[in-house]
């Protein structure tokens, strides 16, 4: 299983720097929480799904359910699978919630306790959350009890990058600083810094070894994380967005104002440009070797990475709140735009130009988000109003 996660895409288908040492878990923390007696909705006519959605089982993709969310309701805006996808975790405006994707049981909902993301630890035990204040909250992954919490950065930025194989969870600060911490063991293992200007983009490269952090002002450094040495750094003279290592772990690209650039590794020399405008939206790895890109202004676009070629756009992909996710195996995608729903893609010869739109239309004015799991069996649509849609194959 590929270490970055693919998780949107679809086309037809030195001045960052000075490094620290790891700093420990302060003292302070905030009042602890804990599971809410608030009552849990129940699923109705919820379908297991059963088979993995493909070109040969599409035509039998049905919706599977409704994940529900408490009273009074709102929408889920930052969410997180484990490895096995049996669950699906998520924050609304006040509650920390956790779903069965099996049965479509609400599992918990708990204080959401100022919390921004929500991830899950390697072996599926806990929860972590990092709050608007700056501290890490751990959370048993059954139950929602609070477990622990201690401080992170006074000031986060908002970037994060988190390896959910590993647990490292880096964040970033609107002072310029950055954190790297061992989630499971609860160990800060490097702390990087040295400029003013707030984080704005963070990403492991594909190893795991080194981090990518960049500022607002488009300074961008590689860091190893073991030696917490700099490794390269380069200034792009733009905002930078987000940052992705590709899947054969040789190259970067970074999603900034003034397009995508693609950079080698591991020197972050910028050889190509593959998009004049950032994407903004839509940021996100094919299988093939192509990239998804996309900001609502125009179509959904792929580029062919090797070559820095545009290979095509998906018509009528223009809007509000334009998402894409892409099935484990690059051949489908599923593309939804708030205000107009959601179709279907084959993009499995993306490369070759040929992209087909399938019959399939979701009319859902609200859909926010839509991620597909990793194992391919479920498909997630996220939705303004709260609730989650779960599509998937059925008998």
């Known amino acids: ?23 420990a878990p302060q003292p ?22 059963s088979e993995v959605v493909s070109l040969r089982t599409a035509a039998r993709l049905r919706e599977l359910g409704s994940l529900a969310v408490p009273e009074p309701p709102s929408t889920v805006f930052a969410h997180a699978l484990p490895l096995d996808n049996s669950r699906l975790y998520g924050v609304n405006n006040t509650h920390l919630l956790g779903w069965d994707l099996q049965t479509g049981e609400t599992l918990f909902a708990a204080p959401r306790e100022e919390a921004l993301d929500v991830f899950v630890s390697p072996d599926r035990l806990r929860l972590y959350t990092l709050t608007v204040s700056g501290f890490i909250r751990v959370y048993d992954a059954t139950s929602g009890e609070s477990v622990e919490a201690f401080r992170s950065l006074a000031n986060p930025s908002g970037a994060v990058a988190y390896d959910r194989f590993t647990g490292l969870l880096a964040v970033g600060g609107r002072d310029g600083q950055i954190q790297v911490w061992d989630m499971p063991n609860r160990t800060a293992l490097a702390q990087f810094g040295g400029v003013s200007s707030p984080i704005a983009a963070l990403g492991f490269t594909q190893d795991g070894q080194a981090l990518l952090g960049a500022d607002q002002n ?10 917490r040495e700099v490794i390269a750094s380069v200034d792009l003279l733009t905002p930078v ?28 020399s910028v050889d190509a440009r593959l ?10 790895l094919l299988p093939s070797g192509a990239v998804l890109l996309g900001n609502g202004l125009s179509d959904l676009a792929v580029w062919d990475i090797a070559s820095g070629q545009l290979v095509g756009t998906l018509p009528q992909t223009t809007g509000e709140r334009v998402s894409a996710a ?17 179709t279907i893609w084959n993009v499995s010869n993306v490369l070759d130009g040929m992209v087909l739109r399938g019959t399939l239309r979701i009319d859902d004015a609200q859909f926010r988000e839509v991620v597909w799991t990793d194992d391919g069996y479920q498909v997630l649509f996220f939705t303004t109003r709260g609730p989650v849609r779960v599509w998937g194959v059925t008998p």
């Open 326 to 342: 892409l099935s484990p195996d690059g051949s489908l995608a599923f593309v939804s735009v708030l205000g107009q729903g959601a």
């Open 275 to 284: 998009s004049p405008e950032g994407s903004g939206s839509v940021f996100s």
């Open 218 to 227: 488009g300074s961008l450094t590689l860091w190893d994380i073991a030696s």
């Open 241 to 268: 967005y987000a940052v992705l290592p590709t899947e054969d772990g040789t190259r970067i690209l970074a999603d900034t104002f003034d397009g995508t650039l693609r950079l080698t590794l591991p020197d972050l």
């Open 1 to 23: 299983m590929s270490r970055v996660p693919v998780l949107i895409l679809l086309l037809a288908a030195c001045a960052l720097v000075a490094a620290c040492a790891p700093a």
């Open 28 to 49: 302070d923390r905030p009042p602890e929480g804990g599971a809410t007696p608030t009552p849990l909705p129940t699923p109705a006519g919820w379908v297991s799904p």
